[in-house]
């Protein structure tokens, strides 16, 4: 058990471009959530799926982000026509089908920065 | 809505000292609460997850508790140390949702000074 992985730790673009983030959750674990942090804040939730069921999104994902858990196992978080106001910290959680089921586990986040 | 707020934003003490972190929620119909650990820069590591039905958690010097009618819970930190140094947020994971999405309080900076 190696923990949530998120790829690239660190993102640095431009306006307008696009950008893709990856999560690796926890083995076996069936919940997969994703949130956003920007600075001096708590986190903001994104999205949630339930293997491969995106069962939940926030009004703060707009139709330029788009989440996908393909096969049940890792995620990834498109952000099309990047904005500077979409400069943040993007953390990956997820939780396991049995035992403490809504017990999140995070991983250490992808910092995006929009320029 | 579901709102979480922490208080104090910030926190400073002298090594040694134990302390209190306190947090409210508007809501009590809720699944369960945690504590969380932020280092900066870093993701967020669990410190204590409390069920809606009961009332403390502890895990080493941590005490959190929960008073889910009243909508607060604390945590206690026992004889701090400098490596505690850190940011605490709470999370609820509000009932009648799909699925235990979190929503969080603003955090409390902690600094334990040597």
């Known amino acids: 058990d190696t923990g949530v992985s998120q790829d690239p730790r660190h993102k640095i673009t431009k306006r307008g471009q696009n950008v893709t983030f990856r999560c690796d959750p926890i083995?076996?674990?069936?919940?997969l959530y994703w949130y956003r942090q920007t600075l001096g804040q708590g986190p903001e939730f994104l999205t949630y799926?339930?293997?491969?069921?995106?069962?939940?999104k926030s009004r703060l994902l707009s139709d330029r982000f788009s989440a996908e858990r393909p096969k049940g196992s890792f995620s990834t978080l498109e952000i099309q026509r990047t904005e500077q106001g979409d400069s943040a910290m993007y953390l990956c959680?997820?939780?396991?089908?049995?035992?403490?089921?809504?017990?999140?586990?995070f991983g250490p986040g992808t910092r995006l920065t929009v320029t | 809505k579901q709102e979480v707020t922490q208080i104090p934003a910030a926190l400073s003490v002298p090594e040694g000292e134990n302390l209190v972190l306190n947090c409210s929620f508007t809501?009590?119909?809720?699944?369960?609460l945690q504590w969380f650990r932020q280092d900066p820069g870093k993701g967020l590591t669990s410190l204590l997850l409390?069920?809606?039905?009961?009332r403390e958690q502890t895990s080493g010097r941590l005490n959190a508790s929960l008073d889910k009618s009243s909508g607060r819970s604390t945590l206690y930190i026992a004889a701090s140390q400098p490596g505690d140094s850190a940011t605490y947020l709470c999370?609820?994971?509000?009932?009648?949702?799909?699925?235990?999405?979190?929503?969080f309080g603003q955090g409390t900076e902690l600094s334990v000074k040597p």
């Open positions: 999370a609820v994971s509000p009932l009648g949702g799909q699925g235990g999405k979190l929503i």
């Open positions: 799926f339930q293997n491969e069921a995106q069962l939940e």
């Open positions: 809501d009590s119909a809720i699944y369960n």
């Open positions: 083995s076996e674990h069936n919940r």
């Open positions: 959680a997820s939780s396991p089908r049995t035992g403490k089921t809504y017990e999140q586990y």
């Open positions: 409390i069920q809606s039905s009961q």
